[in-house]
């Protein structure tokens, strides 16, 4: 199996389930809009949205390149198998699992954090240790990029969309 066949199977399979998200699973386990805010289905409708835009479109430059007969350019190869001998092997299709755990661990500790010291805190924190472990050094700008962008999104959810943040409030 090629990876165009692997990556059409795998943008159908992601149109799919995105199509039962939104007609099935979002309208059923949403609760009911209580008249104030953004509708608690807002957000997984607009995730969802994107998702199935993005997936339809490598869908359909997937199938215009079957359909023209154009090769996979190798820089764009994440499996090394569909590159032959002509580009070598590529790093793009490898999983750095010490990478992985420094994004996926700092993500699940903000989440347990939230509920015990709210949200800007742990948000302000998680920022600036994911800043750390991407490769800055700045710690000026880490916590300048941290206080823009949580603070933005603060104001966004607090003001904006009417709801409020998770875990205790600071600001209340």
């Known amino acids: 199996m090629t990876r165009i066949t692997r990556d059409t199977l795998g943008y159908v399979f992601v149109i799919s389930f995105g199509i039962l998200l939104l007609t099935w699973a979002i309208p059923t386990y949403t609760p009911e809009y209580p008249g104030y805010g953004a509708p608690p289905a807002l957000v997984?409708?607009?995730?969802?949205c994107v998702i199935l835009v993005m997936a339809v479109i490598s869908l359909?430059?997937?199938?215009?390149?079957?359909?023209?007969?154009k090769p996979i350019p190798p820089e764009e190869s994440a499996f090394p198998e569909d590159l032959g001998d002509e580009a070598g092997?590529?790093?793009v299709g490898r999983v750095n699992?010490?990478?992985l755990a420094s994004i996926?661990?700092?993500?699940?500790l903000l989440l347990l954090s939230?509920?015990?010291?709210?949200?800007?805190?742990a948000s302000l924190v998680f920022l600036m240790v994911l800043q750390y472990l991407i490769g800055s050094r700045r710690w000026l700008q880490s916590i300048i990029v941290a206080v823009v962008l949580v603070s933005t999104l603060y104001i966004i959810?607090?003001?904006?969309?009417?709801?409020p943040v998770p875990g205790p409030q600071l600001f209340e």
């Open 97 to 99: 699992l010490k990478h």
């Open 114 to 121: 939230i509920d015990y010291v709210g949200y800007v805190p």
């Open 44 to 48: 997984p409708i607009v995730a969802v």
């Open 157 to 163: 959810m607090r003001y904006g969309f009417g709801v």
């Open 89 to 91: 092997f590529t790093q």
């Open 60 to 69: 359909a430059r997937n199938l215009i390149a079957v359909k023209m007969g």
């Open 104 to 108: 996926v661990i700092p993500c699940v």
